[in-house]
C-alpha cells in the first residue's frame, strides 16, 4: 500500500523558512517522480513544484520560484520542500504526491494526507 | 501557462441523474507523438486529499466506478457522472500534465438538489 506521510508544518513568520518531508513508502520510491501541490483554505488546487526520479531536474511555479527548494533522497524514500521568505498567500495545506511515471509529465495518483503551513505574524 | 478553465462552479443534480463538468485548456494537450491527452480528473471530498478517478482524459483509474467517465480532445474535455450517488458529493478539479507548470482547473463542486 503506497503511503505518503508529511511532516514539517506548522506556523512562522512572514520572512521565516520552513522544511517539509515526506516518507514514502509501498512502493520503489526512486523509480517515480514526486511532487508538491498546496491548497490555500477554502480555494483551489495548485501545483508547486515537481521533481523526476533520479532528483537531477526540478521545476518549480512561478509563485514560489527562487525561495522553494525542492529535493528528495533515494535512498531514504524521502522528498523535501525547503521553503525560504515565506509569504503570508504562502498559506496552505501542502500534499506529497506520487507522479505515475518517472518525469513529472504525467499525472498524480497517489497524496498524502496533507499538512498545514501557517504564515503570519 | 496553459490556463484550465472549468464550468459550472457548482451544480445540484437529482440522486440518479447524470452530472456534466466541464474543463476547456487555453491551448492543446494532445500529444501529438504518442496522440494522448495530458489530461486527469480529480474527486476532493470534505476533509481528505484528492483522489484520481480519470487519467489520459479517458482511462478510469483502477476501482473507480464505472458511472464515472472522462471525455474530449485537444482542448475541451468532460468529466461525466451518468447517475449520481450521495457518495459522489464533492469537488471535481481538471489538471493538465502537458506543460510547466502543471496547473489545475479551479474546481465544481457537486451537490445533490
Known amino acids: 500500500e503506497v503511503q505518503l506521510l508529511e511532516s514539517g508544518g506548522g506556523l512562522v513568520q512572514p520572512g521565516g523558512s520552513l522544511r517539509l518531508s515526506c516518507a514514502a513508502s509501498?512502493?520503489?520510491?526512486?523509480?517515480?517522480?514526486m511532487s508538491w501541490v498546496r491548497q490555500a483554505p477554502g480555494k483551489g488546487l495548485e501545483w508547486v513544484s515537481g521533481?523526476?526520479?533520479?532528483?537531477?531536474?526540478?521545476y518549480y511555479a512561478d509563485s514560489v520560484k527562487g525561495r522553494f527548494t525542492i529535493s528528495r533522497d533515494n535512498s531514504k524514500n524521502t522528498l523535501s520542500l525547503q521553503m525560504n521568505s515565506l509569504k503570508i498567500e504562502d498559506t496552505a495545506v501542502y500534499y506529497c504526491?506520487?507522479?505515475?511515471?518517472?518525469?513529472?509529465?504525467?499525472?498524480?495518483?497517489?497524496w498524502g494526507q496533507g499538512m498545514l503551513v501557517t504564515v503570519s505574524s | 501557462d496553459i490556463v484550465m478553465t472549468q464550468s459550472p462552479d457548482s451544480l445540484a443534480v437529482s440522486l440518479g441523474e447524470r452530472a456534466t463538468i466541464n474543463c476547456k485548456s487555453s491551448q492543446s494537450i494532445l500529444y501529438s507523438s504518442n496522440n494522448m491527452n495530458y489530461l486527469a480528473w480529480y474527486q476532493q471530498k470534505p476533509g481528505q486529499p484528492p483522489k484520481l478517478l480519470i487519467h489520459w482524459a479517458s482511462t478510469r483509474e483502477s476501482g473507480v466506478p464505472d458511472r464515472f467517465s472522462g471525455s474530449g480532445s485537444g482542448t475541451d474535455f468532460t468529466l461525466s457522472i451518468s447517475s449520481l450517488q450521495d457518495e459522489d458529493v464533492a469537488v471535481y478539479y481538471c489538471q493538465q500534465h502537458y506543460s510547466v507548470p502543471l496547473t489545475f482547473g479551479g474546481g465544481t463542486k457537486v451537490e445533490i438538489k
Open positions: 521533481i523526476n526520479a533520479g532528483g537531477g531536474n526540478t
Open positions: 509501498g512502493f520503489t520510491f526512486s523509480s517515480y517522480a
Open positions: 504526491t506520487k507522479v505515475f511515471a518517472d518525469h513529472i509529465w504525467a499525472n498524480v495518483n497517489y
